[in-house]
């Protein structure tokens, strides 16, 4: 069983950046692999990024990359996304989720959710 609690999101303008963190319980975090999803309203949830257990294979939406960075912690359970550049469309509710996967894109492929956090970004 894991528990994930993000924490990081916030209002900020365009351009700016956000660091979103997620806490992890369990003795077997590392042994996941790490994705951050978001929701905006009227659209359906989509990955944003990935991490593997061992940090050596990320995934990035066409999006977001070179602009969002995902890295991970395994002696302190945590898994973050740095954000910037940030734009008006980047906002959404963000999740953190934890699949058993080696590779996880879907998000049926996960099988722990935090609970969200918000992040608005302003024109």
């Known amino acids: 069983q894991v528990q994930l609690v993000e924490s990081g999101g916030g209002l900020v303008q365009a351009g700016g950046s956000l660091r979103l963190s997620c806490a992890a319980s369990?003795?077997?975090?590392?042994?996941?692999?790490m994705g951050w999803f978001r929701q905006a309203p009227g659209k359906e949830r989509e990955l944003v990024a990935q991490i593997s257990w061992s940090a050596g294979n990320t995934h990035y939406a066409d999006s977001v990359k070179g602009r969002f960075t995902i890295s991970r912690d395994n002696a302190e359970n945590t898994v973050y996304l740095q954000m910037n550049s940030l734009k008006p469309e980047d906002t959404a509710i963000y999740y953190c989720?934890?699949?058993?996967?080696?590779?996880?894109?879907?998000?049926?492929?996960?099988?722990?959710w935090g609970q969200g956090t918000q992040v608005t970004v302003s024109s």
């Open positions: 989720a934890a699949s058993k996967f080696t590779v996880a894109i879907e998000a049926y492929e996960y099988d722990y």
């Open positions: 369990g003795r077997t975090f590392s042994r996941y692999t």
